[in-house]
């Protein structure tokens, strides 16, 4: 079995409410374990417990029951952080540095000084296609480009584990593409990657496993392929398939020399599975007889 980069085990998060006997329940008896190497996308509704989950995975938010582990130590420990970059939803930079001196900064946090960190500054830079606006100052930068930026001070101390709380929030549909290419390339470096999100058809393109969060309970995880399967349908592609073969597929499959390529179950939407599972029944069957209704009109 793989090295686990995220264990989570039976951790929950209560907060009182001031001035009432009364408690939120943020976070109900979350399971998790994350291979190292993998991408994992965490989903859910606004309230659903993803941030807090994130920021008690990172140690930065004590749990009130259960624990978590970041490659084996638990994340109360500061040492546990040093293999760790995190960009949040909302990060914040000094807007009167530029692009190089923020990194710059953030390297020297990280420990890093003379050549290695100035390499490392314009490696970053590169990767996260911000040479060009290297020297501007982060005022003139746009939302997307700061996101950028946020990601390179995430990478600056080459984490094993990159925690994004929605990376692409604001960002607009090439920066947003831009984000998802990087994420690709940071997987096939071996990087583990731990993400929240609202793009459900970029997580369904990036990630090997998702978990959907509804009221603070982990109501769906799996691989995407399997979340995704129709479990009583099955899909036959066939290459270089006659007309005729269409219509007595069954008989003339073995008999026909046609190849069979592929065969799965065909899949719905992640959209469609997230709405499933994390709204009331009564919702779901009141869409789906309206559905009915208006092709019966």
Do not use: W
Not at 4 to 33: D, H, I, Q, T, W
Not at 158 to 187: F, M
């Amino acid at each position: 079995m793989s090295e686990l980069a995220v264990s989570v085990v039976g951790m929950s998060k209560v907060y009182p409410v001031p001035f009432s006997r009364r408690a939120v329940v943020a976070v109900r008896e979350l399971n998790l374990a994350i291979a190292s190497g993998e991408v994992y996308g965490l989903l859910g509704p606004n309230g659903s417990g993803k941030s807090t989950t994130l920021k008690m995975i990172l140690g930065l938010v004590p749990p009130s029951r259960g624990r978590a582990e970041i490659f084996g130590r638990a994340s109360s420990d500061v040492a546990s952080r040093e293999s760790v970059g995190f960009l949040p939803e909302s990060p914040y930079f000094p807007k009167y540095l530029t692009g190089t001196e923020t990194l710059r900064f953030y390297g020297k946090l990280c420990g890093l000084r003379g050549e290695r960190l100035r390499a490392r500054v314009g490696e970053l830079l590169e990767l996260v296609g911000l040479a060009s606006a290297a020297d501007r100052r982060l005022s003139g930068y746009s939302k997307g480009m700061l996101q950028r930026i946020g990601l390179a001070q995430a990478l600056v101390n080459e984490p094993r584990l990159l925690v994004l709380d929605e990376p692409t929030a604001g960002v607009d549909p090439a920066g947003s593409r831009d984000i998802r290419d990087l994420i690709l390339r940071l997987k096939e470096r071996g990087t583990t990657v731990l993400l929240s999100s609202h793009l459900l058809e970029q997580v369904q393109e990036v990630c090997d496993r998702v978990g959907i969060l509804a009221n603070g309970v982990l109501v769906r995880e799996g691989r995407v392929e399997e979340l995704l399967a129709v479990e009583n349908q099955t899909e036959l592609i066939l290459e270089n398939a006659p007309a005729e073969l269409l219509m007595q597929i069954a008989a003339l499959a073995s008999t026909s020399g046609a190849r069979l390529v592929e065969q799965r179950k065909p899949q719905t939407t992640l959209e469609r599975l997230f709405l499933e599972a994390t709204q009331p029944e009564d919702s779901s069957k009141r869409r789906t007889s309206n559905a009915e209704h208006r092709r019966s009109d």
